[in-house]
């Protein structure tokens, strides 16, 4: 097994400055993840899933504990890497798969699905051609593909979230709510897509309020509830 992930004893919580209180988001999390395993977390509404998520990715600073993330150079924690190691390692080998897309003004949506592979240093017709390859395969109208997606549905702003942040291999993947608000055939790609990046030994952390969508790729399940009892689900992972 390839270690991706050891975080221990990580707590987060928020000061309320308007309120002049401190609340926990979560306490002394401690989680391993290998390379190919999904991680599914679960827990009822504030529990803290998302802030996990957001914590892990470093958009939040933990304020205690550590995020030990194995990259391919080495082992670096999250919880205080410099913030110019970070953004480098969500360019290369972490990604965050949210409901939400950052549409930029005056970007195509084919423009934005290629970014990551153009910025990985592929060739641009290539990366343009693999970018229409994931905008099809999770259902997105080739009309719109040169458009603005500003303008977009929801739903169809979601896929090209999904085709973005999943056209590259990544060796960590964070997923919040990817399949919300997606239609059956675009949920159907993208459990196909994390099945196939799940073979190739990405490790995953979700949320996701219908597990059911994800049953068959799902590891081993942490429940954020205060008090809650901890489940194993199989321990067969072959990488
Ligand atoms: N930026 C913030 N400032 C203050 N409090 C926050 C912030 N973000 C989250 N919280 C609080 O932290 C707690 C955990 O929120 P979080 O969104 O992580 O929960 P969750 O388990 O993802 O919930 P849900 O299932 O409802 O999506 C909540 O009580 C929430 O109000």
């Not at 190919?36 to 939040?60: C, H, Q, W």
């Not at 993947?173 to 608000?181: K, W």
């Amino acid at each position: 097994m390839t270690r991706i992930l050891d975080v221990r004893g990580l707590s987060k919580g928020f000061d309320m400055h308007h309120l002049g209180t401190h609340m926990a988001a979560f306490s002394d999390i401690s989680l391993t993840l290998d390379a190919g395993e999904f991680l599914l977390l679960k827990g009822r509404n504030g529990a803290g899933k998302s802030t996990l998520l957001r914590t892990l990715y470093r958009s939040y600073l933990a304020a205690k504990g550590e995020i030990l993330f194995h990259s391919s150079h080495g082992v670096i924690d999250l919880a205080r890497a410099a913030d110019v190691d970070v953004t480098h390692l969500r360019r290369t080998e972490i990604g965050f798969v949210t409901q939400f897309l950052t549409a930029r003004p005056r970007v195509s949506a084919e423009a934005l699905v290629a970014e990551p592979l153009r910025l990985a240093g592929h060739d641009a017709g290539d990366a343009l051609e693999r970018a229409r390859h994931w905008l099809a395969a999770f259902g997105v109208k080739p009309a719109l593909w040169p458009a603005y997606p500003t303008t977009f549905s929801g739903g169809e702003q979601q896929k090209v979230n999904l085709a973005r942040a999943l056209i590259l291999p990544q060796r960590l993947l964070l997923l919040d709510e990817p399949t919300a608000s997606l239609d059956a055939s675009a949920r159907a790609a993208l459990i196909d897509r994390l099945a196939e990046l799940k073979r190739h030994g990405t490790a995953m952390v979700g949320v996701f309020h219908h597990p059911g969508d994800v049953a068959t790729l799902i590891d081993r399940e942490i429940d954020l509830t205060p008090d809650a009892p901890q489940k194993e689900i199989r321990d067969d992972v072959a990488v």
